[in-house]
Structure formats: structure tokens, C-alpha cells
């Protein structure tokens, strides 16, 4: 059975309460929550106080982290050191990390092991980032040397994965096969757009994904989390609770 996951960032203290009392209702099963830097002093005791499972997501090129680059080495440790503070604060079973952008992935899978935490999910990446850099990770030749020189586990983004099949013209059905057989503990869903340079998250039926084709493969996989990464476009989470009871359907009904 899929355990079915809200993303939020670290600073989203707005979410928190009905978060709380969707969670009660049993709306969705646990929180991946995005690390944003410098976030740990004023709100780890808020997401504390709501009891709900967590899987964190460690911060990314966005916020300055690029594990692919030798000179953010120092950087790259004093942002995981607070990561780190999370994951034990809010007892995170998983850390889902990206590997980088640009730089060479021989220095992502250095820093990844340098920062020696068995609880690390490799993520793939789209071939570009919206900034239009060359992300390491992408394709599966990558991801799998990263995941055997770290012996870490992955996680399987959906529309990165239709991303880079698009890119290097690859069956769609097929690359998610692929990336399947390394066994993620984690995936990220939402819809997307073909024909863009970068990975585009979309609420469920706003793109062009055919969820129908890969339906039997993850279901199969056996994959037991799945986190929403779809835009909360309303205030509150009427979009999550509306993608969300779309995945259910998609997921639990033929």
C-alpha cells in the first residue's frame, strides 16, 4: 500500500496547522520537508510539535548547495550540518538529496560521501536546471555510479525522469523501467510539460504525462511512498488535497 506524502519547505509555518489536522484526518501519511538554510533556530520546534512522520529533503542548488562543485565543499558541509539538525530533531528517516549541477560527478559522489549519512536518497535530476545548467544525475549511467561508489539508496522524481527520456529520446515507459531497477524508496510525482529545456511540475491532469503507462510499473516496483510535488497555487492545501485525491484515483483504480 502507498503511503502518500505533502511536500513543504521549512519555513512554510502558515501550512502547519491545517497540515496538522489533515495529517489527524488521515488526508496523507507523512511530510517531506525541504530545508531551506538558516531555517533550523526559528521553526524546528514548530514542525516538532505536530507529530507527523518527516522525510527531508536537503537543500539544493537553489539555496546555494552544489555538491558537483569542488569550491563549495566547506559551504556545502556547514548547510548539511543544519540538515543533519533537522533530520534528528524531527527523527527523518530519509534524506533525499540532489547531486549538483555542472562540475563533474566524480565530485558530487566525493562530497556525497564526505558528508556520511546512511540515510541519503540520491535523486535523478532533469538533463538542464531551470537556470538552464547541465545537472548531474540525470541520466541512469550517473545515478548509478553515484549510488554504488556511495552505496546510498534513490529517489525517483517522475518528471525528471520524463525530462531527460524526452531530451535524449528515449521510450518514456521504458527509462522509468530503468530507473525502477534501482530500487528507489521514495518517488515524486506531478504532471509536466515535453519540448522545455527543464522539468516542469504541474498539477495532476494540467500536463501531458500518461500516467496510464506507468501505473503498472510502479505499482509493481513496489515502492511504498510517494510524495506530492505539485504548485499550491490557493492559499492553504486545496491544491494538494485536490492533486492528491487524483493520484488515489490513478494509483487505486483501474
Given at each position: 500500500?502507498?503511503?502518500?506524502?505533502?511536500?513543504?519547505?521549512?519555513?512554510?509555518?502558515?501550512?502547519?496547522?491545517e497540515a496538522a489536522q489533515l495529517y489527524a484526518?488521515?488526508?496523507?501519511?507523512?511530510?517531506?520537508?525541504y530545508i531551506v538554510p538558516e531555517t533550523y533556530q526559528r521553526y524546528i520546534k514548530i514542525w516538532q510539535s505536530v507529530s507527523i512522520p518527516f522525510i527531508l529533503h536537503c537543500t539544493h542548488s537553489i539555496h546555494g548547495f552544489n555538491l558537483a562543485i569542488k569550491e563549495k565543499l566547506d559551504s556545502n558541509l556547514s548547510i548539511f550540518s543544519e540538515v543533519k539538525n533537522f533530520a534528528e530533531g524531527l527523527n527523518a528517516g530519509y534524506i533525499v538529496v540532489h547531486p549538483g549541477v555542472e562540475g563533474a560527478v566524480s565530485?558530487?559522489?566525493?562530497?556525497?560521501?564526505?558528508?556520511?549519512?546512511?540515510?541519503?536518497?540520491?535523486?535523478?535530476?532533469?538533463?538542464?536546471?531551470?537556470?538552464?545548467?547541465?545537472?548531474?544525475?540525470?541520466?541512469?549511467?550517473?545515478?548509478?555510479e553515484i549510488m554504488k561508489a556511495c552505496d546510498s539508496g534513490s529517489c525517483l522524481d517522475i518528471s525528471h525522469a520524463l525530462n531527460v527520456s524526452w531530451n535524449l529520446k528515449k521510450d518514456h515507459a521504458a527509462y522509468i523501467r530503468e530507473l525502477l531497477s534501482l530500487s528507489p524508496k521514495l518517488i515524486h510525482i506531478s504532471d509536466g510539460i515535453f519540448m522545455r529545456n527543464h522539468e516542469s511540475h504541474l498539477s495532476i491532469g494540467e500536463g501531458e504525462f500518461d500516467f496510464s503507462?506507468?501505473?503498472?510499473?510502479?505499482?509493481?516496483?513496489?515502492?511504498?511512498?510517494?510524495?506530492?510535488?505539485?504548485?499550491?497555487?490557493?492559499?492553504?492545501?486545496?491544491?494538494?488535497?485536490?492533486?492528491?485525491t487524483k493520484v488515489r484515483q490513478i494509483f487505486h483504480h483501474a
Open positions: 500500500m502507498i503511503q502518500y506524502g505533502l511536500k513543504l519547505w521549512s519555513n512554510n509555518e502558515k501550512y502547519v496547522k484526518e488521515g488526508v496523507y501519511d507523512y511530510i517531506e520537508l565530485e558530487s559522489i566525493r562530497q556525497i560521501i564526505l558528508l556520511g549519512d546512511r540515510r541519503l536518497l540520491v535523486e535523478n535530476k532533469p538533463y538542464f536546471s531551470m537556470y538552464g545548467d547541465r545537472c548531474r544525475g540525470a541520466t541512469i549511467e550517473e545515478l548509478r503507462s506507468i501505473r503498472e510499473l510502479i505499482l509493481n516496483s513496489g515502492v511504498q511512498k510517494m510524495t506530492l510535488e505539485t504548485p499550491k497555487k490557493n492559499e492553504g492545501l486545496s491544491d494538494f488535497i485536490r492533486d492528491l
